[in-house]
């Protein structure tokens, strides 16, 4: 009797718009930053290896853009690591003429260099800066560990190269808060506060050359409870005044050069 009601045309399409609705709900889970617009990338994933780690104990990864500078100059981004060294070296040409170098101090392999170069204009200047992510390769939740280093590029045509330790996840894209088109860069950590553990979200800007905290004119940070389940809610369970606390300066491990 009731397979047989079951069956029935109106049944199936019950079935079908609570599927749909279900559907539907789920998509629209999103963090709170996510109803701000997202900066647009491009992405540049052909990174050239060059393994020299037999002979010369090193390793290159070059990656070429064309026409990445307004008068439509080539960028290209080599980075080498040594087996003799705990630090690597970024350098950056301009053609095929370098222009910068710097240090850090983390292992680029061919395990972690699997994120794209991506490029935008981050801050609104009408210049496009590069956005680059390097896994630190843990396990489980240290799996989301990386080190984000960011070039923006300045009018002499040189670029100030920051860069940080961070976690990535879904939907970590800046976003615009404000509509002044230099998009907040949005941090992520993992904090441990009265017996619970939670994901921690710092904004910042660049502006004067360096990171820029602008937590307090957006009511940040946030904070939302790590769960064994997606989770997009900032929690109840800590007062908004109290997450003020948790606001950083600088991200973590922070960088200038």
Aim: proline share 3%.
């Amino acid at each position: 009797m009731y397979g047989d009601q079951w069956n029935k045309p109106s049944h199936m399409k019950l079935y079908l718009l609570l599927a749909c609705l279900l559907t539907v709900i789920l998509c629209k889970a999103q963090y709170p930053f996510e109803q701000y617009p997202a900066v647009t990338y491009r992405e540049f994933k052909k990174w050239k290896v060059y393994d020299r780690q037999a002979k010369e104990s090193k390793i290159h990864f070059t990656l070429m853009i064309p026409q990445f500078f307004t008068n439509g100059d080539s960028i290209t981004l080599q980075l080498t690591s040594f087996n003799t060294s705990d630090s690597s070296l970024m350098r950056v040409f301009r053609n095929k003429k370098q222009i910068q170098n710097r240090n850090e101090s983390m292992w680029f392999t061919a395990s972690n260099m699997t994120e794209p170069v991506r490029t935008a204009d981050i801050n609104g200047d009408g210049l496009t800066d590069l956005k680059i992510i390097i896994p630190y390769l843990g396990c489980g939740i240290a799996s989301m560990n990386v080190r984000t280093i960011y070039l923006f590029q300045q009018r002499s045509g040189k670029f100030d190269m920051i860069s940080f330790d961070d976690m990535i996840g879904k939907h970590r894209a800046e976003r615009d808060f404000d509509g002044d088109v230099n998009y907040e860069i949005i941090t992520m950590t993992l904090t441990y506060y009265q017996q619970h553990s939670y994901w921690l979200y710092n904004l910042f800007n660049y502006r004067d050359n360096s990171l820029v905290s602008v937590n307090n004119i957006h009511d940040y940070p946030i904070m939302i409870q790590y769960l064994y389940r997606d989770n997009y809610k900032v929690t109840t369970k800590i007062s908004r005044d109290k997450m003020k606390s948790f606001a950083i300066k600088l991200p973590d491990a922070y960088s200038k050069k």
